[in-house]
């Protein structure tokens, strides 16, 4: 289609350098869906952050119980950080797998994925229970109100992502390495990595800085 | 699970008969008014045998217009509900002078809280958000947004909020904490009934259904523009979108996060803010008004965007200072988030504190300063046309300086601590929330009612809706400043103070004349649907627009546009829709494509339906209900992930076909009238 | 056509996508991402127990430790860089830190001070239970 001469150069070049660059158009669907789900992620860190500045007002409201250094097992948190680490590799691994259609490593890769992000929900169930147990449960202190809501908010999110994660593989098994599914599986990585990144903010922020306190 | 502390055996959890008020007759007959008339509605349905098409092409469509009407539906009509909670507050407040007015305090307090509510989330917001979901993709020149079945999800959310707030209404109560439930009067030991549960479990449903519409939008904005179309190239609507949309995302998550420390505080017995075990109540004000006052530019951005389309149309000038207005926009957006600490000066941050968030608050009105005078100079030397949709415009230029520099007066700290929580405060956000929000959306609904189906609204009847309303607004909220000004707090269900009184009784009447308005408006929209023939536009381009949603037919096909537009023209405005325009006229049939469009889904409206058993079933702690909610939600997901085919392709004779027979019409108007 | 050359960019790339690269170059690149990571991990978790070091260094460290490793987590695994085809995602991503600071500064910020002012509250009416 050619174009007839335009009125004025007002907007797209305000420094007349000659040089127009055109938006190309709509993007392709990978990145739209990708991007969206980012904005998504962002949000979800913004969520994050509430929780966190809420376990900074409150850490110090211990109301006569425990307060961090007495319950924090710091071998706990480093196999569960441990874990989570190595699980954000083998999802990378998988979606490497499923880029280039690899059914045998992306199966192995989500299975161990799966199997590491269960552990870390396991060893932080346990320590959990114990803390109830013991009658240190969310209700004793506002200290342990904002440290329950905090780690467990991780905690449903990553229980979450094992379930997204069943799905995809159940997806993958079904259909295949569909188009739209390599789309999912793109932002079901995304969500795991951002895991992994709140989760170097709480084990910094709650059990590290905690324990010294 | 939450059962822990809930021991009731029942299978209905806290619901009995005592839930319904069968001695207030006020909440009874109003629930049964309500439920008659949806009943009746969907009698009618049934019985003309709607009910397919209803289905087929409304409930189920993913087509952003039909969302967008759908969304501005739905604050059409909450704006009824919450205008009838305002009219028997004023009469309540005009009676209520040594002696306790026709309303019980405890039905006041809920009748406060649930306007403030309504208002603002069930009204403002899917107004604003019905707007942009309307116009924007046609504005950029695309065919849909970017999640099209997420954008459904997204409506069927808010609507199921809307619905738990009526729901309260028969069955059980509403919270009487106000608009946003500040503890520790909202923890369970001060509101053990059911009030705030209905109240936060609305908001949380429906705030996911708002995040959804925001992500969408951005995603829209940033990702899908048609070709040539340069950020700067974009109409204004489009940019205080997208910085609306990004406070939307950015904001919103900060209210779910309160929202679920004050549910677990009264569900699961944590301590975020109740008074014991160290928990924090002022650490709620401060949460909820780092939301709250991104909140109040999520709902004035788009505004200022619908009034920068308006002016420059009705003025037929291009926009006057468009990159200050751009960068003043984005201004907003980022200062908005410096500001919140302004809604609590008076809780004793201290000196530092409230010096730097009153000199936060006094600089954004400089970006919004810059917008008014842009609007200004854009109107001097244009050739005005005095249409509704720039009668509102001009009516909120006026009303919403008022409302700004009452603004600026409240964000100085030592003043505040004089007007705080009174009926100053009360006539400011009005002033701001009326003027600038609501007076935007109806000049949006006026200017793009055409768009969206197809023919104009009567003109007399609009002038006459926009006099009265504007009128009654200042008759109703001026007196406000002054009874504010002599002590007057809010929130009083009654008063023995004499020299208020005047000033409650013209309130009174300002209320009387803003439902004439009301009135006014609903009979426009009915003389319009009975002339439509006469009022049918059959151009596309009623006002002589700007902007690409007037390059297309109205109503637009489902594909907007049978051509994408190619923008190339460097006038970002009128030229580029001219240019569409022709390009659009010129093309002859053979050039057609195939079109691929997203194919309608249930998804939205039974992830509602289940959502709205969870959310009832959580306010009255039926936990078997809960889970049942919970798997369904869940197996619709699942079975969403699972369809195989999300598209559907219309042929390109199809397409064809369409697009001819709107050609033919405008073509034979434009040789008629000769010329574009 | 007016006297400007119209040029035509590329799109951006998807958040998370790599620039085209082989899959050995992808896997070394989440190699060297978990391997530096576990580092990083380590240093922390060694500096918060040991006495070694000057004690009021110890939470700057931990926050500096783990700001580095969050940015080893954007580079490494979602491949946030600073190319041209990502400033999208790089501006998104700025806009809600900015965010996350303003809302988390300012309640720390805000709160701290709401504290001071008040009389001690355990003193004036002791609510302890
Ligand atoms: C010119 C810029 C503005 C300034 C400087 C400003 C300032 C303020 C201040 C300081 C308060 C708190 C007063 C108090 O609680 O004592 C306030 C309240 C409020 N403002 Fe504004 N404002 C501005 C614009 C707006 C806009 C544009 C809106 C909405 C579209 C708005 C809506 C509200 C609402 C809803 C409240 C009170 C809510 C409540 O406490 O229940 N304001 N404003
Ligand atoms: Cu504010």
Redesign the pocket.
Known sequence: MSMTATAGHAHADPHHIGIVVEHPGPAPKRIVTAYGFWVFLLSDIVMFSCFFAAYAVLAGQTAGGPSGSEIFEQRNVAIETVCLLLSSFTCGMASIAADTHNRLWFYLGMAVTCVLGLIFLAIEFNEFAGLVSRGYGPSRSAFLTAFFSLVGCHGLHVSAGVLWLLTMMAQVFAKGFRVDILRRMMCFALFWHALDIIWVAVFSVVYLLGSGA | MPAVRTVEPMMLGKLDWSAIPFDQPIPLIAGAVVLVGILGVLAWVVLRGHLPYLWDEWITSVDHKRIGVMYILLASVMLLRGGSDAIMMRIQQAVAYQSQGYLPPEHYNQIFSAH?TIM?FFVAMPFVIGLMNLVVPLQLGVRDVAFPTLNSVGFWLTATGALLVNISLVVGEFART???AFPPLSELSYSPGVGVDYYAWSLQISGVGTLVAGINLVTTVLKLRTRGMNYLRMPMFCWTTLASNLLIVAAFPILTATLAMLLLDRYLGFHFFTNEAGGNVMMFMNLIWAW?HPE??I??LPAFGIFSEVVSTFSGKALFGYRSMVLATMAICIISFM?WL?????MGAGPDVNAIFGIA??I??VP?GVKIYNWLFTMYGGRIRFATPMLWAVGFMVTFII??LT??L??VPPA?FM???SMF?VA??HN??IG??LFGAFAGFEYWFPKAFGFRLDERWGKMAFWFTFLGFYVTFLPLYVAGMLGMTRRLQHYDVAAWRPWMLVAAVGMAVLTIGVICQITQLVVSIRNREALRDRTGDPWDGRSLEWATSSPPPVFNFAFSPDVRGEDAYWDMKALARKQSLEHEGPEYHDIEMPRNSPTGFVCAFFASIMGFALIWHIWWMVILGGIGAFATFVVFAWRDHDEYVIPAAEVARIDGINLEERRSLVSMAGGV | MSDQTHMHVEHDIAPGDEEQHSVGARILGYVVGLALALLLTATSFFIAGTDLVWQPSIPVALIVLAIAQMGVHLVFFLHITTGPDNTNNVLALAFGLLVVFLVVGGTVWIMAHLNQNMPPMDQIMPMRN
């Open positions: 403030g603002i106000g608009w946003l709250g109040v530019y709902l004035v500001v302004h809604h609590f000066f008076t608050s006094m954004i009105a919004t409302g700004g603004g600026v409240v964000a505040d007007l705080h929580n405060l400011h956000f701001v929330i600038g929000v």
